[in-house]
T-cell receptor, first 114, second 111 residues
Framework: DTGVSQDPRHKITKRGQNVTFRCDPI?????LYWYRQTLGQGPEFLTY????????KSRLLSDRFSAERPKGSFSTLEIQRTEQGDSAMYLC????????????FGQGTRLTVV | KQEVTQIPAALSVPEGENLVLNCSFT??????LQWFRQDPGKGLTSLLL?????REQTSGRLNASLDKSSGRSTLYIAASQPGDSATYLC??????????FGKGTKLTVNP
């Protein structure tokens, strides 16, 4: 078990470009979450999946954001037409199916939009 | 809407001191509470998970308590070390599967 893996670790992009991040959860974890963290703040929930089904989305997830989890394994988070306000750390977490269980986070993807 | 507050925002202590970090939440109907550690520019490392039915959890020099009725949790760190320097985040799970985080306490342990 290698933990939650995120790729890339850092991404610098020009405003208006599209970016895609990948998350590989701990194997056998059915639940996968995306959070966004800006400087000096705690992480904020974006969306979560149970297997391949996206069950909840935050209002923070504008139309420019889309997340997928095909086949219930890895997940991707795409941001279209990036804006400077999208600059943040994007964190992925996974947990076992049962409710009330421990969430394990990856190392995050640091996005800088210039 | 659940809100989580962590006090203090920053704390600086000499090595060897015992310390307490505080976390409060507005809605006591929680599934669990989790404490995390975050080093600069890194992801979150889970430290302790307390289920809503539990009062405390211990791991090494760390002890976390939970008083659900009053909406409070504390993280006690014994015999602090410079390697404990990091930001400590408290998060609660309630109503849905998502975690609601506080802004964290930045701890500096001076040698």
């Amino acid at each position: 078990d290698t933990g939650v893996s995120q790729d890339p670790r850092h991404k610098i992009t020009k405003r208006g470009q599209n970016v895609t991040f990948r998350c590989d959860p701990i194997s056998e974890h059915n639940r996968l979450y995306w959070y966004r963290q800006t400087l000096g703040q705690g992480p904020e929930f974006l969306t979560y999946f149970q297997n391949e089904a996206q069950l909840e989305k935050s209002r923070l997830l504008s139309d420019r954001f889309s997340a997928e989890r095909p086949k219930g394994s890895f997940s991707t988070l795409e941001i279209q037409r990036t804006e400077q306000g999208d600059s943040a750390m994007y964190l992925c977490a996974s947990s076992p199916q049962q409710g009330g269980t421990e969430a394990f986070f990856g190392q995050g993807t640091r996005l800088t939009v210039v | 809407k659940q809100e989580v507050t962590q006090i203090p925002a920053a704390l600086s202590v000499p090595e060897g001191e015992n310390l307490v970090l505080n976390c409060s939440f507005t809605d006591s109907a929680i599934y669990n509470l989790q404490w995390f550690r975050q080093d600069p520019g890194k992801g979150l490392t889970s430290l302790l998970l307390i289920q809503s039915s539990q009062r405390e959890q211990t791991s090494g020099r760390l002890n976390a308590s939970l008083d659900k009725s009053s909406g409070r949790s504390t993280l006690y760190i014994a015999a602090s070390q410079p390697g404990d320097s990091a930001t400590y985040l408290c998060a609660v799970s309630s109503g849905s599967e998502k975690l609601v985080f506080g802004k964290g306490t930045k701890l500096t342990v001076n040698p």
